[in-house]
């Protein structure tokens, strides 16, 4: 074990870093994304109901897996053979990656947002409109912040969630952490020390993350009563 | 509380409502004057907090016509949030703002609305908070307060709006009995003031006392209409008696 990490320790912990940036692109991406898809879901527009249910559905149905080779493999494809209008169009794993990071969480996202701000109770938005507020400035003062609240958990799971889904882009060539794990693997032979060398560095960093969770959520409850 | 026949501030012309195939207003006609107090008795499901968010459009009415100080709300080209800063809503669960202090609430429609300066505001909302007897709970969240205090707090959040007329959906009926007073206090005192006030309300005394006129409704109709004497002492109509029977 110690032989291992002395001769590769720098390489998996850059490779640590790599999957912490992929973790951290996609999302960033997926914030804007759930925010877009989560307000579509509820606002009172038959068209974009159905445009929001319809990205949700899709992309829960889609292993992630199956996404990530579509969009590196796949959309290069339509856009350069079928299409023909790509002209040498590729994507880096980093990018293909992110997007599909992006979509993955963004879904999931949107989800959290829409029963966010549903678990508000409607008198607020009553309450808000009878006094002629008009509905975008009542969603901004006075919905999204309760709903926030309620999403803190949720958002945060997710956030953990999507630094372990790091590891699916593994096959589309992304240097991440599984990737460089399986190097050392080919170099060593040591099968159990690398995995459960790399097995440990994920659940630290999962704990770390969860822990800064722990106190962001603690943060926000200050003064309100649960 | 004088009520000037000339001056009408909401006239309800042959209103219909239906949810779904659920007709809860059935030809609603009536009107309502300017510093007049509209009390609304009836039982549950005859429609009366219905008919109230109709009058600001929390409900799209179905069919039939409504002026709003000769606005037809009716319309769907109006700009319904111009109307309802003229007129304040008062809720049953209160629906004071949890996010932010009293203080705020009451301070949050006027400066985004543009209706004053923050300094301005804030004199207007701890002036409404003296009114209603709790200045002292200005920076207080609606979570430490008493559930009459939260309606007193609603109350003073309407009036910062200096609306015209004010309508009250069951104001009390959430409240324990020890807190409805302070409650029907302010309300008694808006009425003196000459507030244009419609109340769904299940006090009849509270109706006997301050309303100008009492409107009976069951099934989705007015059954009767008239003075508290007529509506409430001598009930005309079988239905309004045996409710009057029922709750007196």
Known sequence: MAKIISAYGKLLILAMGRTLLLAFLGLVFACILGMIFGLMSVVKNKVCNIIAQIFVFIIRGVPMIVLAFFVYFGLPYLLNNTLKIGNGFTLTALQAGTICLALNCGAYMAEIIRAGIQSVDIGQMEAGRSLGLPYW?????????????????????????????????????????????????????MSFQTWAIVGIMYLVVITILSYIAKIVERRMNRGVKR | MISNDKNVKIKVENLRKCFGDLE?????????????VVVILGPSGSGKSTFLRCLNRLEDVTAGKIHVD????????????????????????????????????????????KKCSKAEAKERAMEMLQRVDLAEKAEAYPSQLSGGQKQRVAIARALCMKPDIMLFDEPTSALDPEMVGEVLAVMKQLAADGMTMVIVTHEIGFAREVADRVIFMD??????????????????????????????
Do not use: W
């Open chain 2, 70 to 113: 000769g606005v037809d709300i009716t319309d769907k080209k109006v700009d319904m949030n111009k109307v309802r800063e003229n007129i304040g809503m008062v809720f049953q669960h209160f629906n004071l703002f949890n996010n932010m202090d009293v203080l705020h609430n009451l301070m949050l429609a006027p400066v985004e609305l």
């Open chain 1, 137 to 189: 400035t009542t969603m901004r003062k006075i919905i999204m912040p309760q709903a926030i609240r309620t999403m803190i958990p949720s958002i945060i799971n997710q956030f953990i969630i999507t630094v372990k889904d790091t590891s699916i882009l593994s096959v589309i060539g992304f240097p991440e952490l599984v990737n460089a794990a399986k190097n050392v693997q080919a170099k060593t032979f």
């Open chain 2, 24 to 36: 809860v207003l059935r030809d609603i006609s009536t009107e309502i004057h300017e510093g007049e």
């Open chain 2, 219 to 248: 099934g989705g109709y007015i059954v009767e209409e008239g003075t508290p004497q007529e509506v409430i002492v001598h009930p005309k109509e079988a239905r309004t008696i045996s409710f009057i029977q029922k709750v007196l």
